[in-house]
Every structure is written in C-alpha cells, then in structure tokens.
C-alpha cells in the first residue's frame, strides 16, 4: 500500500487524487493533506481519509478547523483528529511528512516551491502537477533532486505522455526518471495544445473577451489560473520549460501542435524517426494514476478510448502572432536562470488582475513581457533559492507597477492596482 500526501488537496488535482485513492483503497492510502481556505471541504476530506497530518495555508483558520473537527468527533463515534498545522512551516513539515511514499503537488503557482523542496530534500517521490515550482527554480530544483535521490513523476498530462513513451525505449532506466539530463536518442517532442478557450475565436473578437469566457476550458476542467493560462497559451509555454527541465531537450526540439480533441496527449520523436504517442480521453485521472502506480500499471474500469467514438483527430501549427506568450516562454526558457521565474510570476500577478477585471485578456502578454525585458540587465544565471525566492518578489511588484505606470498601450483603458 503506498502512502500518499496531497498538496492542495481541495483544489482540481488535488480532488481527483483522492478520487483515485478512494477507488483503489487497497492500494493507497492518505496520510497528509494541504490545503488554502476550504474549510467545509477539508473537514469532509479528513473524514473520509483519516490523515495523519493536515497543514492549512493560512494559520489563523487552525482554531475554526479544531472545532469543527471536536464538533464532529463527539457528535458521532470518537474519531482521530491528525496534527494539524499553519502557515510555511506547518506546509513543509507535511509535505516531507516522515510516512509518506509519494508527495501529489496540486498547490497552484510559486506557493507551490518550499513544500515540494521540503519533500524532494526529505527523499519523497514527486507527482508534479505544480509546474510553476520546476520553471521558477529548475535551477535550484534539479541538483537538490540529484542529492536526495527524490524522484519527479510527472502529472502534467503533456509530460506524463512523454514519459510514458519513454517508458518504451531502450534509455527506459535512464530517462523515465526526471532529472534535466539530456536523453541521447530523444530527437524531438512534439506537445500537443487543445487550444484553450479562444482558439475558435478571430484575433478582433478576442477585444470582447471576457473573464467568464477566458474560465471556460472546452475539454478540461480545472483551477481558474490554469484554465487563464490555457486561453492565452501561456500553459503551453511554461510546459515548453517543463519540458526542457524534465527531460533535459533543448528548445530547438520541442514543438507545439494544437489538437483540438485533446486525445493524443503528446508525442516524442527518436533517433530513428519514429514517432511514439501517448492517448486517452482528456482526463487528469489516468496521468495522476501513473505517477501513483509507475512502474507498474493498475488496472481500472475507466471509459475505455474508442477511436471510432472520437471520429477525427486533426492538428495545425500554433498561431504565434494571436498568442504571443508561447514565444515569449521560448525566449524567455533559452534566456535560462532567473528569467522564468519573472515570467511566471508576472503571469500569476497578470492573471491574478485579469480575474479582478484590471486589466483586459488581450493585455497579459504584454505586462508580461514588459517585466521580463525590464529583468534582462539583471539576469543571474545560477540564481539560488533566496535569489528565486527575491525575484519572484520583485516580479509581481514590478508587473503591478507597470500596470500604474500606463506607458504600455492597453487593450481597455488601465486601472490603478
Ligand atoms: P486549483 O486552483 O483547483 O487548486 C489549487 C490548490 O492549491 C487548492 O487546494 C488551494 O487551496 C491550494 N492553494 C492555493 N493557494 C495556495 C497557497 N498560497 N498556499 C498553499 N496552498 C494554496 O488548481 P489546479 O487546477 O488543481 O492546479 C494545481 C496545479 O496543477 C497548478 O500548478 C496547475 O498548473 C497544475 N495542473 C493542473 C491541471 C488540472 O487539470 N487542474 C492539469 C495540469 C497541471
Ligand atoms: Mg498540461
């Protein structure tokens, strides 16, 4: 039975991880969760899965989740209460909890980075969904992993693919296992992008896009900053650099492919010019999965793919002048150390004022990239982690400052923030 901690657990991944738990009961079990604000949520989770330890972001919510908790305790049979803890600290301790096997990393953006060093330090197995972690510190990321021996799964749906290809090659030993180091026959990665929200949409109704149209994701369904993500491209693009530190490939050899029908989650190219690809209905479920068995495969009743069901499966080159981010992402990746981590956190802060309606759809990309050019004379290129940690800091700060400034043409006239 493997022994499972769930960071963020009452967000999208972190939900459908305990789905699976709860379907495989035999083979996993619980034994730390993290969480934001959800209280209701959380109570109900504890219920279900008994852990061992339970860390709440925000401290001040600990008193409310005890009562809550004492409350259900004597109103029926006496239940375990797990340790629970606040803040930074009490995040980290449950992420490297001393019993856990595997650490699912559902925390959306950087608030994501300490817990997951905290568990790669401790030797635990990771399940990365949370890509912000791995692009904003690659750097700092990769050699910690080397030194604890902690393994990065990934969830990512694109990632998982490609590992599962890799899986079938003769470097299986070598590359299946994440570590930034280059795979010697692995010729080029070919990620496959649904297209997000916007992709029927023409560059001049893109102008009326609004909040509740960028939160709707055709295929997927997920957390409000991923499905943002998915409707500017931006996704596509930190998994350009996702890619480039899980599987050690230059940039040169990792291509986007839209492909609306999100069957194919990806394909990766060798040597020889084969091309392997993995696919599945678009369901987060099975890339979860396979982290939590790999090596091994579990066998599960999940809707079965049928071609024939599907129909069509149709591809056509990204377009990089409606969705600038993509670009951006390559040249920002190629600029390497601290660069991606000021574009992902001017991307959080960017999509943290487009969901308060600040700022419109159309102008992400360009605060973004406003903050990246400003960085440029102060790049570092082996930044540690107090360098990420200042940078990122410094990024959001900078991207609202751009936004007040109101030097960049905007889309909608600006509002102070
Ligand atoms: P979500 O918004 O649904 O959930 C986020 C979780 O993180 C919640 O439990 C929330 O309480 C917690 N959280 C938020 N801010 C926090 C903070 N400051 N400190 C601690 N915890 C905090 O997000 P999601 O869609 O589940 O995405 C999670 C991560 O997985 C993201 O990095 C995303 O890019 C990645 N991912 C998600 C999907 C998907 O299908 N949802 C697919 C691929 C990758
Ligand atoms: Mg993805």
């Given at each position: 039975m493997k022994?499972?901690s769930?960071?963020?657990?009452?967000?999208?991944i972190g939900?459908?991880?305990?789905?699976?738990?709860?379907?495989?009961?035999?083979?996993?079990r619980?034994?730390?969760?993290?969480?934001?604000?959800?209280?209701?949520?959380?109570?109900?989770q504890i219920?279900?899965h008994?852990?061992?330890?339970?860390a709440?972001?925000?401290?001040?919510?600990?008193p409310?989740?005890?009562?809550?908790l004492?409350?259900?305790?004597?109103?029926?049979?006496?239940?375990n209460?797990?340790?629970?803890?606040?803040?930074p600290?009490?995040?980290n301790?449950?992420?490297?909890?001393?019993?856990?096997?595997?650490?699912?990393t559902?925390?959306?953006?950087?608030?994501?980075?300490?817990?997951?060093?905290a568990?790669?330090?401790?030797?635990k197995?990771i399940a990365?969904?949370?890509?912000e972690?791995?692009?904003?510190?690659g750097p700092?990321?990769?050699p910690e992993?080397?030194?604890?021996?902690?393994?990065?799964?990934?969830?990512?749906s694109?990632?998982s693919?490609?590992?599962?290809?890799?899986?079938?090659?003769?470097?299986?030993?070598?590359a299946?296992?994440s570590?930034?180091?280059?795979?010697?026959g692995?010729?080029r990665?070919?990620?496959?992008?649904?297209?997000?929200?916007?992709?029927?949409?023409?560059?001049e109704e893109?102008k009326?896009?609004?909040?509740?149209?960028?939160?709707?994701?055709?295929?997927?369904?997920?957390?409000?900053k991923?499905?943002?993500?998915s409707?500017?491209?931006?996704n596509?693009?930190l998994?350009?650099?996702?890619a480039h530190?899980?599987?050690?490939?230059?940039?040169?050899?990792?291509?986007i492919?839209?492909?609306p029908?999100?069957?194919?989650?990806?394909?990766?190219?060798l040597a020889?010019?084969?091309v392997?690809?993995?696919?599945g209905?678009p369901?987060?479920?099975?890339?979860?999965?396979?982290?939590?068995s790999?090596?091994n495969r579990?066998?599960t009743?999940?809707r079965r793919?049928?071609?024939s069901?599907?129909?069509e499966?149709?591809?056509r080159?990204?377009?990089?002048?409606?969705?600038?981010?993509?670009?951006l992402?390559?040249?920002?990746?190629?600029?390497?150390?601290t660069?991606?981590?000021?574009m992902?956190?001017a991307?959080?802060?960017?999509v943290?004022?487009?969901l308060?309606?600040?700022?419109?759809?159309?102008d992400i990309?360009k605060?973004?990239e406003a903050?990246?050019e400003s960085?440029?004379p102060?790049?570092?290129?082996?930044?540690?982690?107090?360098d990420?940690?200042?940078?990122?800091n410094?990024?959001?700060?900078?991207?609202?400052?751009e936004i007040?400034?109101g030097t960049?043409k905007?889309?909608?006239?600006?509002?102070?923030v």
């Amino acid at each position: 039975m493997k022994a499972i901690s769930v960071l963020g657990s009452t967000g999208s991944i972190g939900t459908q991880t305990l789905q699976i738990i709860e379907e495989f009961p035999d083979q996993f079990r619980v034994v730390a969760l993290t969480a934001g604000k959800n209280l209701p949520l959380v109570v109900e989770q504890i219920q279900k899965h008994a852990p061992e330890v339970v860390a709440l972001a925000d401290e001040s919510l600990l008193p409310e989740l005890n009562e809550r908790l004492l409350a259900l305790s004597s109103e029926n049979q006496p239940k375990n209460i797990p340790q629970l803890l606040g803040g930074p600290d009490g995040l980290n301790a449950a992420a490297s909890w001393s019993t856990t096997d595997l650490v699912v990393t559902g925390i959306v953006g950087c608030a994501g980075l300490l817990p997951t060093l905290a568990a790669i330090r401790a030797g635990k197995d990771i399940a990365l969904a949370n890509k912000e972690t791995l692009i904003a510190a690659g750097p700092v990321v990769l050699p910690e992993l080397k030194k604890s021996g902690s393994r990065l799964l990934p969830a990512d749906s694109e990632h998982s693919a490609i590992f599962q290809c890799l899986q079938g090659t003769p470097w299986a030993e070598t590359a299946r296992l994440s570590t930034g180091v280059p795979t010697p026959g692995l010729r080029r990665i070919q990620l496959t992008a649904s297209g997000g929200a916007f992709r029927d949409w023409s560059t001049e109704e893109l102008k009326n896009a609004t909040v509740s149209d960028a939160t709707s994701h055709p295929n997927w369904s997920m957390g409000k900053k991923i499905t943002v993500d998915s409707a500017t491209l931006m996704n596509k693009g930190l998994e350009v650099i996702e890619a480039h530190y899980l599987f050690g490939i230059d940039y040169d050899q990792i291509e986007i492919v839209i492909h609306p029908q999100s069957i194919i989650h990806s394909m990766i190219e060798l040597a020889d010019s084969s091309v392997l690809a993995q696919l599945g209905w678009p369901d987060m479920k099975l890339p979860i999965l396979f982290c939590m068995s790999w090596p091994n495969r579990q066998e599960t009743p999940w809707r079965r793919l049928k071609l024939s069901e599907v129909g069509e499966l149709t591809f056509r080159a990204p377009d990089t002048a409606k969705y600038p981010c993509m670009s951006l992402a390559y040249s920002v990746g190629r600029a390497g150390g601290t660069m991606p981590a000021v574009m992902n956190a001017a991307n959080e802060e960017a999509v943290a004022q487009f969901l308060k309606e600040k700022i419109h759809f159309l102008d992400i990309p360009k605060f973004i990239e406003a903050v990246c050019e400003s960085h440029k004379p102060d790049l570092q290129n082996k930044p540690s982690l107090d360098d990420i940690i200042s940078i990122d800091n410094w990024a959001r700060i900078a991207l609202r400052e751009e936004i007040n400034r109101g030097t960049i043409k905007t889309a909608i006239p600006r509002m102070a923030v």
